[in-house]
């Protein structure tokens, strides 16, 4: 029954994300920031206790929230690590001058980045190598998300400004670079206290690990149908540079083809030779 829920809900997911350009502007444009991110959260809560036991699971939250709300908070205040930038009142109540919804945020999509990881390294914890290699290909799996997503956003619904623009598409480079570091010290720093935690059971392969992956396509299908959706009409970032929203939208659509696809792709070829052996 939990598995018929999460394809469910992947599947429930995955048609919003397609249908965001319609609702967006319109009077459901408030869910769109809640659905997104309760998505994730309701997958995981169905999801972790059987694959990594409630006590990594709030391990893991924990860790996820204090380290995004902290890196967050820094560049608000100095422009380190992710640029100059300040959250819009978009997305709703705020903790400091970080909005509440961002660090569940982070949580849900750490989580499945970090299960696509190990299909994709063949790699467990413990063992330092293994937790350092685990947390660099999760911080990659997490930063295509970002660089399919922040443009839309940022330039376009304005849930968060970046004062001085940036060259892909109004977002600064160096925010990637600053998400790398914020994701990868999450990963590292659970990897760090999980493999002290003794789990209910071993870790290993099987049909549910198709679950992350199908979570992660259905967030990745709102950006591939961006290539088919018509966008007219230009946006403007913080320091005036004009954007065709037609261009902006394809080319996310075309990055997240090549980036979160080839995640995809890959993690279902892992899945099924591990079915076969």
Request: glycine share 6%; hydrophobic share 55%; net charge neutral.
């Amino acid at each position: 029954m939990p598995n018929r829920f999460l394809w469910a809900l992947i599947g429930l997911t995955a048609v919003f994300s397609i249908l965001k350009p319609i609702i967006l502007g319109t009077s459901l444009d408030p869910l769109v920031p809640l659905i997104s991110i309760l998505a994730p959260i309701l997958f995981v809560l169905f999801h972790a206790p059987r694959t990594i036991g409630w006590t990594r699971l709030a391990l893991f939250f924990a860790l996820t929230c204090v380290i995004s709300w902290s890196y967050e908070s820094l560049s608000i205040a100095t422009g380190f690590p992710f640029g100059n930038y300040h959250y819009t009142d978009n997305l709703g109540p705020k903790l400091g001058t970080v909005p509440l919804l961002i660090m569940p945020a982070y949580f849900g999509v750490c989580y499945i980045c970090w299960l696509i990881s190990e299909l994709l390294t063949d790699l467990r914890l413990p063992g330092r190598p293994a937790a350092l290699a685990l947390s660099v290909v999760a911080s990659f799996v997490m930063v295509v998300w970002d660089l399919s997503m922040d443009p839309a956003r940022a330039t376009v619904a304005q849930a968060w400004i970046w004062h001085d623009g940036g060259a892909y598409f109004g977002v600064p480079l160096v925010n990637f670079a600053g998400w790398f570091l914020c994701v990868l010290t999450i990963f590292l720093a659970y990897s760090a206290v999980s493999d002290r935690v003794r789990q209910t059971e071993p870790r290993s392969f099987g049909s549910r690990d198709a679950l992350p992956i199908g979570l992660y396509a259905a967030l990745f299908a709102e950006f591939a149908a961006n290539i088919f959706w018509p966008h007219s009409g230009t946006v403007a970032d913080a320091a005036g540079q004009i954007w065709s929203l037609d261009v902006l939208y394809q080319t996310l659509g075309l990055v997240s083809c090549f980036t979160m696809g080839f995640v995809i792709v890959m993690s279902l070829v892992k899945l099924r030779s591990k079915a076969k052996a």
